[in-house]
């Protein structure tokens, strides 16, 4: 069956970039999410990209996928304390169906 | 703002009891979906509903059941409660044909 792996926990610096990464296992995903859930709070979609993209930049995200290696990862540069979250990478096989698979999420703490 | 609201935010229930929790959304999404998000996992999809008709479920018993209506909101409803229900319960949905699948802030259900 799918299968979604992320690492837990991931800790920054203010001002530095960060890099979540995400391994996925259903070959025929057709789109890859990215959702931030603050605590106490539901999803908030961030981004997703096709598969048949191998990048997509919105302002400070960049999302990166390798097909072949089905990896996904999502970039924030300029990391700032309110990026403080929970990341969810998630995939979907498309074609009318919504059905998505999440990871267990990284938790992504800034300091200060 | 996603346009995906849900009700109640939290409630208490007790074993064996039945629940119902709502979601409204956007006009013009015609695809709603439900997850349970147990504490410290991923969302798990429970089933999508589809201009009123069940076309997805995931590994959820009979005793979770849904309803979608004509005005774009949906219902969950959870019958004999078990102790391991207690969840953050995610509603989502999406426009026909597109992408983009927003959640709603969830509702907390906690069974005693």
């Known amino acids: 069956g799918e299968d979604v792996e992320q690492s837990l926990f991931l800790s920054v610096r203010e001002g530095d970039s960060s890099v979540i990464n995400c391994t996925y296992t259903d070959s025929s995903s057709t789109y890859l999410y990215w959702y931030k859930q603050e605590p106490g709070a539901g999803l908030q979609l961030l981004t997703y990209?096709?598969?048949?993209?191998d990048m997509k930049q919105d302002q400070r995200l960049t999302v990166l996928l390798n097909k072949k290696d089905k990896h996904l990862s999502l970039r924030i540069a300029d990391t700032q304390t309110g990026d403080s979250a929970i990341y969810f990478c998630?995939?979907?096989?498309?074609?009318?169906?919504?059905?998505?698979?999440f990871g267990k999420g990284t938790k992504l703490s800034v300091i200060p | 703002e996603t346009g995906v609201t849900q009700s109640p935010t939290h409630l208490i229930k007790t074993r064996g009891q039945q629940v119902t929790l709502r979601c409204s959304s956007q006009?013009?999404?015609?695809?709603v979906s439900w997850y349970q998000q147990a504490l410290g996992q991923g969302p798990q999809f429970i089933f999508q509903?589809?201009?009123?008709?069940?076309?997805g479920r995931g590994n959820f018993p009979p005793r979770f059941s849904g309803l979608q209506f004509p005005n774009y909101s949906s219902e969950l409803n959870v019958n004999a409660l078990e102790l391991d229900d207690s969840a953050l319960y995610l509603c989502a949905s999406s426009l026909d044909g597109g992408n983009t699948i927003y959640f709603g802030e969830g509702s907390w259900l906690t069974v005693v």
């Open positions: 998630a995939e979907s096989p498309g074609a009318g169906s919504y059905q998505l698979t």
């Open positions: 006009s013009g999404h015609n695809t």
């Open positions: 990209i096709f598969s048949n993209m």
């Open positions: 509903y589809y201009r009123e008709e069940e076309n």
